[in-house]
């Protein structure tokens, strides 16, 4: 058996890195190209997404800044859209976009979205195996130890679990975003396009991170398997 960090199995996580790799430089240069472009519209991120909150009467939902690059996230815990200062003060066709997304997950909030509300189950436990479950396996495999390698598999299963579930909930909150900038003639026709290429490769990073721990979750498996008991 080879070393545990170059073992044969390592080759199962090529395929998967080079998606992830792929993905960050897709959305990196979606965004710098769509963020040079002025929308129609004239709004910032920051109007959009007020504005969009309360087309859907959701009134308790903040809008605020925050700092780093793509950093926007909707956080639940305490009803707040927070978009980093390039999307909350651009007025761009990526500022309306990645806006717009945001503020989907706040509508499937409000609306009691099924896959939004089991993501926020699974997230204590993919917060545990995300820190635990490779410490505890190598541990486990260094002394022979099949009962804490098991527990390392099983904590990073929930770490699997969450990323597979997050990614109806990505995908719905883009489509979402898209419904709502179209039926608000946020966008006209020929911007739609290009909007939706943004939220496309913001969506392949999910795509990429669900992959890369999966292929993680069958290399421990393969591992736990060559073992003996």
């Known amino acids: 058996m080879f070393p545990f960090f170059f073992d044969g199995t390592m080759v199962l996580l090529l395929p998967a890195m080079a998606l992830a790799l792929y993905a960050q430089s897709k959305v990196k240069r979606a965004y710098k190209k769509y963020s040079l472009i002025d929308s129609s ?34 956080d639940p815990r305490v009803k707040v859209v927070r978009l980093s200062s390039g999307i909350y003060r651009g007025h761009h066709l990526a500022g309306l976009a990645v806006a717009a997304h945001e503020v989907g997950h706040a509508i ?17 436990v993919a917060n545990i195996g995300s820190w635990a479950s490779f410490p505890l396996f190598i541990i486990g495999f ?15 299963a929930g770490v699997v679990g969450f990323q597979l579930i997050t990614l109806p909930v990505e995908f719905n909150a883009s489509s979402r975003a898209m419904a709502q900038l179209v039926d608000g003639q946020y966008l006209q026709a020929s911007e739609a ?23 993680h979750l069958v290399r421990l498996l393969i591992l736990r398997q060559g073992m003996r008991d």
């Open 41 to 74: 519209a004239g709004l910032t991120g920051a109007e959009t997404a007020r504005r969009l909150l309360r087309e859907n009467g959701i009134v308790d939902v903040a809008v605020e800044e925050t700092g780093g690059t793509l950093s926007d996230h909707y």
């Open 193 to 215: 396009a290009h909007a939706k290429k943004v939220l496309n490769a913001a969506a392949l990073t999910y795509v990429a991170a669900t992959a890369t721990a999966v292929m």
């Open 108 to 124: 499937q909030h409000a609306g009691g979205y099924f896959a939004l509300n089991l993501r926020h189950t699974f997230l204590p």
């Open 142 to 156: 260094m002394f022979q130890s099949p009962q804490m390698v098991d527990i390392g598999i099983l904590l990073y």
